[in-house]
């Protein structure tokens, strides 16, 4: 038998990244997949005789040993998530040896949330109100990291005075990262009544309708009516010819009356 035994105190090398690995997220997604590269590597076996604790400057290398066992969690091409993570590696040789490496890999999250747009808001004031409530839904939000908060620098329900202004929501993950919407609300007087706005025109006398000018039974077609002035025969004048015989008639008894007088004169001369 040689003299020499061979003894393996000495763990495997572990050789990974040389600095902590960082890469962004995948578009969509709340992490990425990583893919890092280790290796493990165990020095020569030395040799000592039966009886020594340590090999002799003088003994022969036995040659490497074999590395017999080599693991990371999480392993390489596993998806990470946003943030830091330590990875952990092993690595044994068939003598029992055990060499560790632990490194980080960081993920950073760079996409900003996606918000919905909300629609403009109006609000019409009550009769003798100077101001009025508003309500409003905040919008709703997504993000890839799957947590998303959204404020808006207005509180909904809070009254506000008759005028306009804009409102600003905002999403932000837990990285920072934001995106906002904005819309308007406008707090307007109430409209005017119906009745004040009525020109009048509805209140117009309505015109009398024009007389049926159609005959009627005792206008027979064809037959002219009789004048007024006209009486049938055997009947006194209508009220339009006596005042023509009224004056006719004091012509008459004047003349008379002359003529009388005229005869009285002559038989006072005789």
Do not use: M
């Not at 049926?212 to 025969?233: F, I, K, R, S, V």
């Not at 055997?234 to 005042?243: A, H, I, K, V, Y």
Request: hydrophobic share 35%.
């Amino acid at each position: 038998h040689s003299p020499w035994v061979a003894v393996d105190r000495t763990a495997p090398e572990l050789t990974g990244p040389a600095e902590p690995v960082t890469i962004t997220t995948e578009p969509g997604k709340p992490g990425a997949t990583v893919a890092y590269d280790v290796t493990a590597a165990d020095a020569e076996i030395p040799s000592v005789t039966p009886g020594f604790a340590a090999a002799s400057a003088a003994a022969p290398s036995a040659g490497p040993a074999a590395v017999d066992a080599q693991s990371c969690i999480p392993a390489s091409g596993s998806f990470f998530a946003i943030g830091t993570t330590t990875v952990e590696c092993s690595a044994s040789d068939e003598a029992g040896n055990v060499g560790q490496l632990a490194f980080d890999v960081t993920v950073v999250d760079d996409e900003a949330p996606e918000i919905a747009p909300v629609d403009d808001v109006r609000v019409e004031l009550a009769e003798g109100e100077t101001s009025a409530p508003v309500d409003f839904e905040p919008p709703s939000a997504s993000d890839n990291s799957g947590e998303v908060e959204v404020t808006c620098d207005l509180e909904p329900g809070v009254r506000l005075a008759e005028g306009g202004r804009t409102v600003t929501c905002t999403a932000a993950d837990p990285s920072g990262n934001e995106a906002s919407s904005a819309f308007t609300v406008a707090v307007v007087a109430p409209a005017a009544d119906e009745g004040s706005e009525d020109d009048g025109s509805d209140d117009a006398p309505e015109e009398d309708a024009p007389e049926d000018d159609a005959p009627g039974e005792d206008d027979a077609p064809g037959e002219d009516a009789p004048d007024q002035d006209e009486a049938p025969d055997g009947d006194l004048p209508r009220t339009g010819s006596n005042t023509s015989l009224l004056a006719l008639g004091a012509l008459v008894l004047l003349a008379a009356g002359g003529a009388i007088a005229l005869a009285q004169r002559r038989r006072t001369a005789e």
